[in-house]
């Protein structure tokens, strides 16, 4: 082999080593790690089965309320009466609300706060029905 033919292959490897590390950096992980308490939370969600009916990051149920943003939507004092005092669900459901002790709770809240958190880049957009009735409001 010619030297010009190993600093061509050198260059080479060295250039798709550092294609591939930029790739690889690209990938990693932009989300915080998720806290303890939301961890909890996580847990509570599926050991609850709250994904059967509602939706996160459009994952889940679509019988209920997609839950992305909903610290966005609601107050935590909202949610915590919801949790604890949750209403009921019409007769032809088979599920029905658990109510949350106040520990449970908080978790809950840490890890709804967190899924707030993730960029969705607007995604889920709003149910048209919510489009509809906010336009009425604002010609009234």
Partial sequence: MKPAEIWLICITLAALSLFALLIFSSLVRITPPMPPAA???SKLW???GCME???LLSSGGYSALDLTKIISQRTEAELRQFFAQPPPMPPHSRRTHVGLTAEESEKMLAFLRYVNKID???WPPPPLVEEKRSKERQNR
């Fill in 120 to 122: 969705t880049r607007n």
């Fill in 46 to 48: 599926r050991e609850y």
């Fill in 39 to 41: 961890v909890a939370g």
């Fill in 53 to 55: 009916c509602h939706s």
